[in-house]
């Protein structure tokens, strides 16, 4: 593979996004930023908004970028956050901004929901989904209470990856990963359920037909060629779940493998050929989302860096190197204090700080103090929550577990993750930080015919980019310490 080939992937979070430029070149792949931008929350009228056309703006910023440069791209790629969506009327215009999954039309409304229409376990049996008030389902729930006048009068129902494909090629299609986020897909029959849909008063007609990753759209409309100089490029459903995007990216070199995508969220998870859905996984609260070639992301969400970042804005005294701070924390006594990092109370409290200090002394240990001593806590207790997660993995698995690939920006943290490795007693291999948008791309080389599967997308990425590994030290200590947690997290 000699000839070099150009993918603009367009990488959307929930507070900011990136254009990006993939070179795919004698089997290797190279990232250059182009662009940056903020993505802001309107709040309005009692409601918080995505500005999607604010969103396309800086996408065709971007594609007129590559033509300045002469950059001549194969093809364009969008993935973004999850559940979200916008409201499309029978003539093609956009009804509204899209209601954000922060908004809090949602409170209240999934309880309300298992009362009125279908229960909680049928729901998670049909769909394998975790519960989280703003999923998909639970927002178009409460938008149909409401009497929401953009869903009332909506033709199509677009998941925002796929509007802003449909804005780039006035096609209209549901991707697969990010449609698997809506608590409103079958994971073994790949389809949005009839009977969920008809719950919120929907039928399939109201989706675009659903496509799996590394789909050609459609190229883009003539509109958006004579704005950007492009000529008719296409535009690919990649995963359109950032999550997806990031799993693809996972250079590992066979099928046993967990991966840990580690940022403010840490989602631990298995690739899986079927989803796996049982009392087990409902109790654990594990989820089922949609993969690439047909695979499921069978994972749990934990809570990650948040404690983290959010104590380091209220630590007035800490160097504002992370390194200088993290190794003023490794000097620490190990375990004296731990805490169970999902624990509801760490969910948003006006100062972390005091809810660690609060939960420690609740629980009768030492009482944290000092920026040293709460980060050590943090560490320690998350390298413990993810032994536990690794633990029910495992038990899952239909496959033995021979390494961990930590993968976003936590792949970074030397420390966490030794930690981490300690505490599972498995190898851990870190990197790529860029995992979202290497993924992005890669699924646009598959759709080019560059690449041919997962497998040769994987071994391209695990050739072109530098991974950490980490070795399980310090055994019995851990093992200890992992005794100590189950009795405190027990016990809170």
């Known amino acids: 593979m000699n000839n070099k080939k150009y993918f603009f992937a367009v990488d959307l979070g929930a507070t900011s996004g990136r254009t990006i430029i993939g070179t795919l070149d004698d089997g290797k792949i190279q990232l250059e930023e182009l ?53 499309i009327a029978q003539d093609g215009a956009i009804l509204r901004n899209p209601l954000a999954y922060r908004d809090p039309h949602t409170f209240g409304k999934m309880e309300e929901y298992f009362a009125q229409c279908i229960d ?124 997806g995007s990031a799993v693809a990216a996972v250079p590992a070199a066979n099928e046993e493998f967990a991966y840990l995508s580690s940022g403010t969220w840490s989602l631990m998870g298995i690739e899986t050929r079927e989803a796996v859905i049982n009392d087990k996984s409902f109790e654990y609260n594990f989820t089922n989302e949609g993969g690439i070639e047909g695979t499921t992301r069978f994972l749990k969400n934990i809570c990650g860096m948040w404690l983290y970042e959010r104590c380091r804005k209220e630590w007035t005294d800490a160097p504002k190197s992370h390194g200088e701070l993290q190794a003023e924390a490794m000097k620490v006594e190990p375990f004296q204090s731990l805490i169970n990092p999902d624990d509801p109370m760490f969910a948003n409290p006006s100062s972390m700080v005091d809810a660690i200090q609060e939960y420690c002394r609740k629980t009768g240990q030492h009482v944290p103090t000092g920026y040293a001593e709460i980060c050590r806590c943090i560490f320690d207790s998350l390298a413990l929550r993810y032994r536990q997660v690794f633990g029910w993995l495992k038990e899952f698995a239909s496959f033995p577990i021979n390494a961990l690939h930590i993968i976003g920006g936590g792949s970074l943290n030397k420390y966490l993750n030794q930690f981490t490795a300690n505490s599972t007693g498995v190898k851990v291999l870190a990197g790529p930080q860029e995992c979202t948008a290497i993924g992005n791309i890669m699924l646009q080389a598959k759709a080019s015919g560059a690449v041919s599967d997962v497998w040769e997308m994987r071994r391209i990425i695990a050739q072109s980019v530098s991974m950490q590994e980490f070795t399980p030290q310090d055994t019995p200590m851990w093992d200890e310490a992992y005794q100590k947690f189950l009795d405190i997290t027990t016990k809170a």
């Open 35 to 87: 662009t940056r931008f903020d993505n802001h929350l309107i709040q309005t009228g009692g409601h918080f908004y995505w500005d999607i056309y604010a969103l396309y703006f800086e996408v065709i910023k971007g594609l007129k970028l590559t033509v300045q440069r002469q950059i001549p791209i194969t093809s364009i790629g969008i993935d973004t956050w999850g559940v979200d969506f916008v409201c």
């Open 120 to 243: 909680r376990q049928k729901v998670y049996d049909i769909t394998g989904i975790q519960f989280m008030n703003f999923n998909s389902l639970f927002q178009l729930y409460a938008m149909k209470s409401n009497h929401d006048s953009a869903l009332e009068n909506a033709d199509k129902i677009l998941f925002v990856p796929d509007c802003l494909s449909y804005m780039l090629t006035g096609k209209q299609v549901c991707e697969y990963t990010i449609a698997s986020t809506s608590q409103m897909l079958d994971p073994r029959t790949k389809q949005l359920d009839d009977s969920l849909l008809a719950s919120v008063g929907l039928t399939k007609e109201k989706f675009g037909p659903m496509v799996n990753p590394g789909t050609v759209i459609g190229t883009l409309t003539e509109e958006v060629q004579t704005m950007t100089g492009l000529g008719d490029v296409p535009v690919v459903a990649v995963a359109g779940h950032d999550t």
